[in-house]
């Protein structure tokens, strides 16, 4: 079946640390893959996608990429703000029969102290 | 619209009692989907509808749920019968097409006490 692992947080840094946050799955044939962030009282944004291997999704200063030998689509920020601070969320969206639906993993949250 | 409104944002409710939870898609999108987020599970997939197609309803956990997309617009999230473990955020989304990125609600706050 299709699922996605995400590393468990939380996860709490100092402004301008270096992010990563490990993201792996698990899907028959070539999903594509997204990160998605929820900031305090809003709504799930979508943060970043990649739609084939080796692609490399990338949105305010945040990337991630797509890893078909290593299943995996890890991100990573390289100097992280406190306006950071938000629960990441590693998906998968299948194109066979289940083509609507995103698979997420739990979630990651995220604390920058300044 | 600018985005995918829900109402209500909160809703408390007793043991044994119907909720409906209602979702207003971005307009012109063809795609509306229902997600729950709850600690014990993360976010997990419910129903989606696309356009006139048969929604896919594999993600209903059981009997108890049910949705419904009135004229390819707005939709309503039924629980009968509510149970303290249907306690979570329900979050409802929409896509100009079924591929398409998933633009997010904020949110219904379901407790049952």
């Known amino acids: 079946g299709n699922s996605v692992t995400q590393m468990e947080g939380p996860v709490t840094l100092s402004e301008e640390a270096f992010l990563t946050i490990n993201c792996t799955y698990t899907a028959t044939g070539y999903p594509s893959l997204f990160w998605y962030v929820q900031y305090p009282g809003e709504g799930l944004q979508l943060l970043l996608k990649?739609?084939?291997?080796?692609d490399k999704g990338s949105n305010k200063g945040f990337e991630a990429t797509y890893r078909k030998e290593t299943t995996s689509f890890h991100l990573e920020k390289g100097s992280v703000q406190v306006s950071d601070s938000a629960v990441y969320f590693c998906?998968?969206?299948?194109?066979?029969?289940?083509?609507?639906?995103?698979?997420f993993g739990r979630g990651t949250q995220l604390t920058v102290w300044p | 619209g600018a985005g995918v409104s829900q109402s209500p944002s909160n809703k408390v409710t007793e043991k044994g009692k119907d909720v409906e939870l209602r979702c207003d898609p971005i307009?012109?999108?063809?795609?509306l989907y229902w997600y729950r987020q709850s600690l014990g599970q993360g976010l997990e997939f419910l129903i989606y509808f696309q356009g006139n197609s048969a929604p896919d309803k594999s993600g209903l956990p059981s009997d108890r749920f049910s949705a419904e997309r009135t004229g390819g617009s707005v939709s309503t999230l039924t629980i009968q019968r509510t149970q303290q473990e249907d306690s979570a955020v329900y979050l409802c989304?929409?896509?100009?097409?079924?591929?398409?990125?998933?633009?997010f609600g904020p949110g219904t706050r379901l407790t049952v006490l």
């Open positions: 998906a998968l969206r299948h194109r066979g029969s289940t083509l609507g639906r995103l698979y």
């Open positions: 307009s012109g999108h063809t795609a």
């Open positions: 989304a929409s896509s100009l097409e079924l591929a398409g990125e998933q633009f």
């Open positions: 990649a739609t084939k291997a080796d």
